[in-house]
Structure formats: structure tokens, C-alpha cells
């Protein structure tokens, strides 16, 4: 929910840009044509347009923000409810009892973390090195038991339906 709020917030800020934009653009449009002798050769033309294009640019930027935060931005609260929603779901004694040791201990520490954990906290959790984490992982999401999505510069493992 919060993220729609601070979408349409973005959105009145950008109709407040693109208002100033047109408003400055025709006042200085106006200006330009009553005190300017040489017409569409003037360098104050060329100013005034490169200012109209980046407000316009600006303006197109903080809509399309606005927009993404109101129709796909989603709360860290919806998604680790659709991440509980697959530990109750999913059947995981069954799986335990095929996977090795190793195995075994990353998965536990991914469902203890309610279904989604970093990367970079399961080596910390596990006592693993991060290459022995990430080879293990690479076999969990062979199996598809687990997916990793990227998340700034580590990764956030995610149990799969």
C-alpha cells in the first residue's frame, strides 16, 4: 500500500514538473520572440529548447517511476507472506530425506528464515565458505527446491513452490 502512495506522490510532483516546464517554456518562448532580431539563428533559442527537453525528459522519468511504484512495486510484506504461503504448502520432510548433509543444513536455514534468506547470511549461518554455499545452491536449484534472484550485489535465496 505504501508503495502506491509514494507512486502517486511521484506522479503529482511530475505533473507539478511538467507544469513549471511548459509555464517557464512559453514564458521564455515569448520573451525570445519579442526581443530576439535574429529569429531561429538566436543561441538563447537553442538554451531554451535544451531546458524544455530536459524538463520534459525529467518530467517523463518521474511519471514512469510513479507508475511502477503504484502498479508492480511490491511490499516486503506481501512477499514474505507469499514465502510462508509455500513452507506451509511444500512438503519439505520429504525432500530432506534426499539430499545430503550439506544439503540439508542449507535448506533448514533457508525454512527457519521463514522461505527467503541472502546469499551471503546463509555462509555466515552454515559456517559454509561462500563458494561451498554457492555450489550447493547450484545443485538445490537444479532440483528446483530453491531459486536465487539477484539483489543488489548478493543474492536472495527463495524456496520454490
Avoid: P, W
Amino acid at each position: 500500500m505504501k508503495n502506491r502512495i509514494i507512486g502517486a506522490i511521484v506522479i503529482i510532483i511530475a505533473l507539478l514538473v511538467g507544469i513549471l516546464t511548459y509555464s517557464f517554456s512559453s514564458a521564455l518562448n515569448k520573451i525570445h520572440s519579442e526581443t530576439c532580431l535574429m529569429g531561429k539563428t538566436c543561441t538563447a533559442n537553442q538554451a531554451i529548447e535544451f531546458q524544455t527537453t530536459s524538463g520534459i525528459i525529467f518530467f517523463s522519468l518521474l511519471v514512469l517511476v510513479g507508475l511502477y511504484l503504484i502498479f508492480f512495486g511490491q511490499e516486503k510484506v506481501e512477499i514474505i507472506k507469499k514465502i510462508r504461503e509455500k513452507v506451509k504448502r511444500k512438503d519439505y520432510n520429504n525432500i530432506l530425506k534426499t539430499l545430503t548433509a550439506e544439503e540439508r543444513k542449507i535448506l533448514m536455514a533457508v525454512i527457519s528464515e521463514q522461505g527467503a534468506i541472502f546469499q551471503s547470511d546463509l555462509a555466515e549461518k552454515t559456517g559454509f565458505d561462500k563458494v561451498k554455499v554457492s555450489r550447493i545452491l547450484d545443485k538445490l536449484e537444479g532440483r528446483q527446491i530453491i531459486e536465487r534472484r539477484r539483489r543488489g550485489m548478493t543474492n536472495i535465496v527463495i524456496l520454490k513452490q
